[in-house]
């Protein structure tokens, strides 16, 4: 084997792993929600379509709003995940089509994308409610002793709930 055969394949062994190299961070993308496929949330007209025209064009809205069945909304995002870290949203479109209540035509059409957003601070704490936490132990052997294994003889009479233990 000469030193020109021994360069090229050691050339072409380093091409191919810094290949495979690269290939292995590229993010890997998911899209999920409302395709467009044939036509565009966006194409909708004001005043000229109705509900009816923009279900045959569109398809089912994503979500409908929750005090307003007068309003629809087309949502789609674009996700992109680099190796083994967290998923990170790319682009988000979500399309509000308002339709008037008693014409059913178009009365606007809103589109909103990630830029619009806003981010919600959760608050992590617990709301105290009355009483206290039974341990494991007090759980298991909380109700030993109380009540009886048989039915209480008065269960029948009017005015008596069933299992209640007051006399």
């Given at each position: 084997?000469?030193?020109?055969?021994?360069?090229?394949?050691?050339?072409?062994?380093?091409?191919?792993?810094t290949?495979?190299?690269?290939?292995?961070?590229?993010?890997?993308t998911?899209?999920?929600?409302?395709?467009?496929?044939?036509?565009?949330?966006?194409?909708?007209?004001?005043?000229?379509?109705?509900?009816s025209t923009?279900?045959?064009?569109?398809?089912?809205?994503?979500?409908?709003?929750?005090?307003?069945?007068?309003?629809w909304?087309y949502?789609?995002?674009?996700?992109?995940?680099?190796a083994?870290?967290?998923?990170?949203?790319?682009s988000?479109?979500?399309?509000?089509?308002?339709?008037?209540?008693?014409s059913?035509?178009?009365?606007?059409?809103?589109?909103?994308?990630?830029?619009?957003?806003?981010?919600?601070?959760?608050?992590?704490?617990?709301?105290?409610?009355?009483?206290?936490?039974?341990?494991?132990?007090?759980?298991?052997?909380?109700?030993?002793?109380r009540?009886?294994?048989?039915?209480?003889?008065?269960?029948?009479?009017?005015?008596?709930?069933?299992?209640?233990?007051?006399?």
């Amino acid at each position: 084997m000469s030193s020109r055969t021994a360069v090229a394949i050691f050339a072409t062994a380093l091409l191919a792993s810094t290949a495979s190299a690269l290939s292995s961070c590229a993010p890997i993308t998911s899209y999920s929600g409302f395709q467009a496929i044939e036509s565009d949330p966006k194409d909708v007209k004001v005043g000229a379509d109705t509900k009816s025209t923009v279900r045959a064009r569109l398809g089912s809205p994503s979500a409908t709003s929750t005090f307003d069945p007068n309003v629809w909304f087309y949502m789609n995002q674009l996700k992109a995940r680099v190796a083994f870290r967290r998923p990170e949203v790319i682009s988000r479109n979500v399309t509000a089509i308002t339709f008037n209540k008693d014409s059913e035509l178009v009365e606007s059409v809103n589109v909103y994308t990630l830029k619009d957003g806003k981010v919600i601070a959760f608050n992590g704490r617990e709301t105290p409610t009355r009483g206290r936490e039974l341990t494991v132990m007090e759980q298991l052997l909380g109700n030993v002793g109380r009540g009886s294994m048989l039915p209480r003889e008065d269960e029948s009479v009017p005015g008596n709930r069933p299992g209640d233990q007051r006399n």
